[in-house]
């Protein structure tokens, strides 16, 4: 299996030049396996070229100095690593849960994971247009 990418690949849209670019300097983690929670092989690619992003950009994205990535134990941790949180009686077995976990999982472990399972299913029955396959689309 062969799969070529190019610099297309790991570009974003720059809204103050208006073109699509990569970033001096940008690294991206690729991953390959059966599944997200198969996997088999990573490899980053680091660009040594590239141009710098607009200042519209820049403003309008979020700061690259605060981290918006969770690790697995801070989010096992968050929802359900605890027994007081999940409402166990000291019996239940306890759940091990990493940011591959579906969100079926998550909200069977806690009720912060319930809370955001609601939250998703909420927003996305908003998004739902009203026609004749409303009732079939909502299920």
């Given amino acids: 299996l062969t799969w070529e990418l190019t610099e297309r690949d790991f570009a974003f849209y720059d809204i103050g030049s208006h073109e699509w670019i990569v970033e001096s300097g940008s690294s991206f983690e690729i991953h390959l396996g059966a599944s997200s929670r198969d996997i088999r092989l990573k490899e980053i690619v680091t660009f040594c070229h590239g141009q710098e992003s607009s200042r519209l950009a820049r403003d309008s994205y979020p700061p690259g100095k605060q981290s918006m990535t969770v690790d697995d134990a801070s989010f096992g941790k968050r929802f359900g690593e605890s027994d007081v949180i999940n409402g166990n009686t000291g ?3 306890p759940t091990s849960l990493h940011r591959n976990s579906l969100l079926s999982e998550v909200s069977k472990a806690s009720l912060l994971g319930r809370f955001f399972h609601w939250l998703i299913f909420y927003i996305g029955c908003l998004e739902i247009r009203r026609g004749p ?6 299920r």
């Fill in 133 to 138: 396959s409303y009732r079939r689309e909502v």
């Fill in 91 to 93: 019996n239940a077995k």
